[in-house]
């Protein structure tokens, strides 16, 4: 496989100048690391999907900081040149601009991302803008929210009339504003995505967000059958690595069962004399 080049942010600026569409998919360990590597994918998100797709959590909340930078550090270690974003935390950021510079920080220290990821807009403008004043690329986050479902009435698409969706076109020019270097847009209708597309001068990266932002996002787990509780309209199975695990594991079960396996190539001998001599010191 050919080396490729680490994935900057002028890499992604210039993928946007170009349009040329940026590519981003969730991530949670070192194994999938290593194949979002292979297969050049240029920003990689450690989400706070994880509390849901990995821990088996019912929402994101409970995630803390702790889990994400074990999680961001496993998924480094596998993919060395994505441009690597650690998203933040539920109350990792939300009680004050300190917190939030403080942790954003830890996922550049400790795990080696690239930049950070946080929810909201206006009321959030605050914390974009010190994270990227102490120099940590912050990407914004628009539509639905999750750390917020329960205020925005559940997972839904958000800016359906044009008084919500005048006020998402709004966050997204002030998080442009405020030093955010990318923003995403989580189940937003798609001219809606267009227009704010049209006017960013970041790249505005879409999940469930239509085909006009200058990105795409998908969630892995959605992405490979890899979730059992429900598969989001948003989302397109890629290939079904949940069927071939578990096909994989109804065979070894069989297997076993049968006493097919393991076979001789699978397990380690001792020279007859080495043997001899143990269960002669046995008797
Ligand atoms: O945690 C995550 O994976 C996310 C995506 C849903 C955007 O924030």
């Known amino acids: 496989m050919e080396k490729r080049s680490k994935v900057m942010l002028p890499t992604l600026f210039e993928k946007m100048q170009q349009r ?12 999938m690391g290593y194949l979002v590597e292979q297969a050049g994918v ?12 990995v821990l088996g959590y019912e929402s994101t909340l409970p995630v803390t900081m702790e889990d994400m930078i074990r999680h961001a550090q496993a998924v480094r270690r596998g993919t060395p040149n994505a441009f690597l974003v650690g998203d933040m935390p539920y109350m990792s950021y939300q009680v004050c601009v300190e917190d939030a510079v403080r942790n954003a920080g830890r996922f550049m220290a400790e795990a080696a991302c690239d930049g950070v990821k946080l929810e909201g807009g ?34 839904k698409v958000q800016g359906k009339d044009a008084a919500r969706a005048r006020r998402i076109v709004d966050d997204a020019r002030l998080l442009e504003r405020t030093g955010a270097f990318s ?37 892995f787990h959605d992405m490979f059958g890899l979730y059992p509780r429900f598969k989001p309209k948003m989302a397109k199975v890629f290939g079904n690595a949940g069927e071939v695990i578990l096909n994989g594991l109804k065979a070894y079960v069989t297997e076993v069962q049968s006493r097919e396996f393991p076979s ?20």
């Open 183 to 219: 923003i995403l847009l989580e189940m937003v209708p798609d001219r809606v995505a267009g227009l704010i597309t049209g006017r960013a001068g970041v790249p505005i990266i879409g999940l469930g967000s239509g085909p006009q932002a200058h990105g795409q996002l998908l969630i």
């Open 122 to 155: 206006a009321e959030m403008a605050d914390r974009v803008h010190a994270i990227a004043r102490a120099g940590i690329p912050v990407m914004g986050h628009l539509g639905l929210t999750p750390q917020s479902s329960s205020a925005l009435g559940g997972f």
């Open 42 to 53: 240029d920003i990689v998100l450690v989400g706070d999907s994880l509390g849901m797709t």
């Open 264 to 283: 001789a190539e699978n397990w380690f001998g001792m020279k007859d004399d080495q043997y001899e001599e143990l269960v002669r010191g046995l008797e």
């Open 20 to 31: 040329v569409p940026i590519t981003m998919v969730t991530c949670y360990d070192y194994p």
